[in-house]
């Protein structure tokens, strides 16, 4: 007899939706020490125990969304064969872009907080150890080199998406990821000759 896996339920996934917003957006307001399981109970609009149903305390839920985002990111990242996105930078970027599109509120939040720089070294550890091992393989070049344009490339990309959910966002997130990846593979030599 089959096992098929038991759905998640919607109501589930919308609760949790909702309290990982709610969560986003008091870390855009403040540090993440002064975050209390009311507030993101009452931004939320559920009670307390329903956040319990789900999550032990607020480090369960910061641990689920650095994973997750991680996991996201890192699946397209761990996909890739580098070697021809640097023939056609932009689809990779096109891929995360699309990745952000999904839960763009989420991510306006996650993005505008100035408190997040742990759950940011956390991700970008998580996505060199998905992708420097392929990089390594596929490019043929030593360690020490990959994981320093790695790092340089995950933290700059990291910090211009920061920035554009801070500004006006005059630009599209699409014509923003273009920008990125020019400068991820091609340097500001690609950029000026755009």
Not at 11 to 23: E, M, N, P, Y
Request: charged share 25%; hydrophobic share 40%; aromatic share 10%.
């Amino acid at each position: 007899m089959e096992h098929h896996p038991k759905p998640i339920d919607r109501r589930v996934l919308k609760t949790k939706k909702a309290i990982r917003i709610a969560f986003a957006r008091l870390l855009s307001e403040k540090d993440i020490n002064s975050i209390t399981v009311s507030d993101i109970a009452a931004l939320a609009d559920i009670n307390r125990k329903t956040f319990y149903n789900y999550y032990a305390g607020i480090y369960q839920v910061v641990d689920e969304i650095e994973n997750d985002i991680a996991a996201a990111f890192g699946s397209v990242l761990g996909e890739l064969n580098f070697r021809e996105e640097l023939e056609n930078p932009y689809l990779l970027f096109e891929k995360l872009t699309a990745i952000i599109n999904t839960d763009m509120d989420f991510y306006s939040h996650f993005f505008r907080t100035n408190h997040n720089n742990n759950m940011l070294n956390k991700i970008v550890r998580l996505l060199k150890e998905k992708t420097l091992p392929a990089m390594i393989e596929q490019t043929h070049t030593d360690e020490h080199t990959v994981d320093t344009a790695l790092t340089y490339m995950l933290y700059g990309m990291l910090a211009v998406y920061q920035s554009w959910f801070n500004s006006d966002r005059r630009q599209s997130i699409e014509e923003l990821s273009e920008q990125i990846s020019i400068l991820c593979f091609s340097g500001w030599n690609g950029l000026l000759k755009a």
